[in-house]
T-cell receptor
Framework: NAGVTQTPKFRVLKTGQSMTLLCAQD?????MYWYRQDPGMGLRLIHY???????AKGEVPDGYNVSRLKKQNFLLGLESAAPSQTSVYFC????????????FGSGTQLSVL | GQSLEQPSEVTAVEGAIVQINCTYQ??????LSWYQQHDGGAPTFLSY????GLEETGRFSSFLSRSDSYGYLLLQELQMKDSASYFC????????????FGKGTTLSVSS
């Protein structure tokens, strides 16, 4: 039972480079989320999706784009990485009928030099 | 907007009881959740309160008072493995179904 899988687990970028983080879930969940976690800041919502083909902005969306072309996948893109985007990124999903529980992936540690 | 306040750090010894408080401000309330995160790991769901009162799950309990916009997580019979960060969270009014998290409380359990 894989749950929520994030790739890659680690990545180092140079300022200005682009990359895509992939999140895949096998639980048939409607809702998916991208959060970033910085020391002392908790988890902050970047973007979210309430279904295939839909996306919306969260608390800190600037510098990121997302796509949800397939229900099971939620992609987070950085078009031109900046050092301020150095963070740990977590993807999460939940079932539309259970508003209590988010399932998180294991995270992606991104460093932008 | 929405905000959650919780202590940044709590320390305790094995076998003790510790309470982690959370106060929140939100224009629409759908329940208070608690998550645990070990160092280097992913957050995992612990507990949820939609109504006032105490919810018990083994050694962990969570309490909610909607009139006071306040809740707490109670950890009993502390073990070393309980050393982790604990986050309270509320549903984000502006972001539909997402959760907005507090900044977390780091619990250190010593022997």
């Amino acid at each position: 039972n894989a749950g929520v899988t994030q790739t890659p687990k680690f990545r180092v970028l140079k300022t200005g480079q682009s990359m895509t983080l992939l999140c895949a879930q096998d639980m048939n969940h409607e809702y998916m989320y991208w959060y970033r976690q910085d020391p002392g800041m908790g988890l902050r919502l970047i973007h979210y999706s309430v279904g295939e083909g839909t996306t919306a902005k969260g608390e800190v969306p600037d510098g990121y784009n997302v796509s949800r072309l397939k229900k099971q996948n939620f992609l987070l893109g950085l078009e031109s990485a900046a050092p301020s985007q150095t963070s740990v990124y977590f993807c999460a999903s939940r079932d539309s009928l259970d508003n209590k529980k988010l399932f998180f992936g294991s995270g992606t540690q991104l460093s932008v030099l | 907007g929405q905000s959650l306040e919780q202590p940044s750090e709590v320390t305790a010894v094995e076998g003790a009881i510790v309470q982690i408080n959370c106060t929140y401000q939100t224009s629409g309330f759908y329940g208070l959740s608690w998550y645990q995160q070990h160092d280097g790991g992913a957050p995992t769901f612990l507990s949820y309160n939609a109504l006032d009162g105490l919810e018990e799950t083994g050694r962990f309990s969570s309490f909610l008072s909607r009139s006071d916009s306040y809740g707490y997580l109670l950890l009993q019979e502390l073990q070393m493995k309980d050393s982790a960060s604990y986050f309270c969270a509320v549903r984000a009014v502006q972001a539909g179904t997402a959760l907005i998290f507090g900044k977390g409380t780091t619990l250190s359990v010593s022997s």
